[in-house]
């Protein structure tokens, strides 16, 4: 008897690659709140993602609406002092429009590689803490601005910098608008050797 090759053309394939290509960076949501339960199985479905010695090196927060006031403050506090108070403000007010915040940090080591393989592994989380919520029709936007490294965010948090770093700033939402974005083709990234 012949043996087939097992296809790749499926349609859950297709979805699947739908959902990877679909999804893109979210600057504008709409006000519509994102039920708790999804995203708690959006982090579940982020632990799941590859971490060498399974060091599982990742730790999320959501910052309630006090600790959201008090990023804001800062956002604030920060802008003015480099651009100005009218920049101040605008700024803060795009960030109050973010409807869902997610924090993700990740474990210091004093091991060189073991850091940087620790790294990797918290940004495959975070992918698929994006893709996870994506599936469900929300999008997210990952930001690694200054404020993210200033020691008055960590204090506000309530991280260590000493033991922990900040992976992103994860906002999320239903999308108002979904941009396009454009990608080099296989032939310019993909190389084949003998
Ligand atoms: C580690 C990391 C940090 C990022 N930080 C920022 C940021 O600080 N500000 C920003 O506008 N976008 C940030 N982005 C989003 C990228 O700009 C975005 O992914 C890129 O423009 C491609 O768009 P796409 O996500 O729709 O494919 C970040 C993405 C990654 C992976």
Same mark, same amino acid.
């Given at each position: 008897?012949?043996?087939?090759?097992?296809?790749?053309?499926?349609?859950?394939?297709?979805?699947? #690659?739908?959902?990877?290509?679909?999804?893109?960076?979210?600057?504008?949501?709409?006000?519509?709140?994102?039920?708790?339960?999804?995203? @708690?199985? +959006?982090?579940?479905?982020?632990? *799941? +993602?590859?971490?060498?010695?399974?060091?599982?090196? *990742? %730790?999320?927060?959501?910052?309630?609406?006090?600790?959201?006031?008090?990023?804001?403050?800062? /956002?604030? @506090?920060?802008? !003015?002092?480099?651009?100005?108070?009218?920049?101040?403000?605008?700024?803060?007010?795009?960030? !109050?429009?973010?409807? =869902? *915040?997610?924090?993700?940090?990740?474990? %210091?080591?004093?091991?060189?590689?073991?850091?940087?393989?620790?790294? !990797?592994? /918290? /940004? #495959?989380?975070?992918?698929?803490?994006?893709?996870?919520?994506?599936?469900?029709?929300? =999008?997210?936007? *990952?930001?690694?601005?200054?404020?993210?490294?200033?020691?008055?965010?960590?204090?506000?948090?309530?991280?260590?910098?000493?033991? !922990?770093?900040?992976?992103?700033?994860?906002?999320?939402?239903?999308?108002?608008?979904?941009?396009?974005?454009?990608?080099?083709?296989?032939?310019?990234?993909?190389?084949?050797?003998?």
């Amino acid at each position: 008897m012949k043996k087939r090759t097992p296809s790749y053309e499926t349609r859950e394939l297709r979805e699947f #690659a739908e959902v990877l290509r679909g999804r893109r960076t979210i600057e504008l949501f709409l006000q519509t709140p994102v039920p708790d339960g999804l995203v @708690r199985e +959006a982090i579940d479905a982020a632990t *799941w +993602a590859p971490n060498h010695h399974v060091t599982e090196p *990742w %730790r999320f927060i959501l910052p309630g609406e006090r600790t959201v006031q008090k990023i804001l403050d800062l /956002c604030q @506090r920060i802008v !003015a002092e480099e651009k100005g108070v009218e920049l101040a403000l605008h700024k803060r007010e795009s960030w !109050a429009e973010k409807p =869902g *915040w997610l924090l993700v940090t990740c474990k %210091r080591s004093d091991d060189e590689l073991q850091q940087k393989e620790d790294y !990797a592994a /918290c /940004c #495959a989380a975070v992918q698929n803490f994006m893709l996870y919520l994506w599936k469900a029709g929300v =999008g997210s936007k *990952w930001t690694t601005g200054d404020i993210t490294r200033d020691p008055r965010f960590f204090d506000i948090i309530g991280v260590n910098e000493s033991t !922990a770093m900040i992976v992103g700033l994860i906002w999320f939402g239903y999308p108002k608008l979904t941009p396009t974005q454009s990608r080099k083709g296989l032939d310019e990234v993909l190389l084949h050797l003998p």
